[in-house]
C-alpha cells in the first residue's frame, strides 16, 4: 500500500535533519506498534524489520522502545508467544539483569 501524506514544512525540515528517511522511520515504527499492539507476533516484528540477529535486535529496541532502571517496559506483555517467567514488573530476575548488563556495557 502507498500512503501519501502532507506534513507541516516545519515539521519536515526538523525531522528530515534528525532522521534523514522519513518513509523508514515511519514504517519502522508503524510495524513496532502492530507487535506491541498484538497485531503481528514476533517472528512476523523480525522479519519486517530484517532483524537477524540479536545485536540488530538489540539496537533497534534501544532505539525505539524506553528504557528506566528496571529494564525493558513490560516486553513481556507483548510478546505473548514466548514464555517469560516474570516478576512484579512482568519481567523476570534473570531477563530483566540481563537486560540492564547488556545497556550498561555500552
Do not use: R
Request: hydrophobic share 40%; charged share 25%; glycine share 4%.
Amino acid at each position: 500500500m502507498q500512503l501519501t501524506i502532507n506534513l507541516p514544512e516545519k515539521l519536515t525540515e526538523k525531522v528530515y535533519s534528525k532522521w534523514g528517511d522519513l518513509s523508514q522511520k515511519i514504517i519502522d515504527k508503524l510495524i513496532l506498534e502492530a507487535f506491541l499492539e498484538g497485531l503481528i507476533n514476533f517472528d512476523e516484528f523480525k522479519e519486517m524489520l530484517d532483524l537477524n540477529n540479536d545485536v540488530d535486535l538489540k539496537a533497534f529496541l534501544e532505539t525505539n522502545i524506553p528504557l528506566h532502571n528496571s529494564g525493558l517496559l513490560n516486553l513481556a506483555g507483548s510478546c505473548a508467544d514466548i514464555d517469560f517467567t516474570t516478576d512484579n514488573l512482568a519481567i523476570s530476575d534473570q531477563i530483566d539483569n540481563d537486560l540492564i548488563s547488556a545497556v550498561n556495557e555500552q
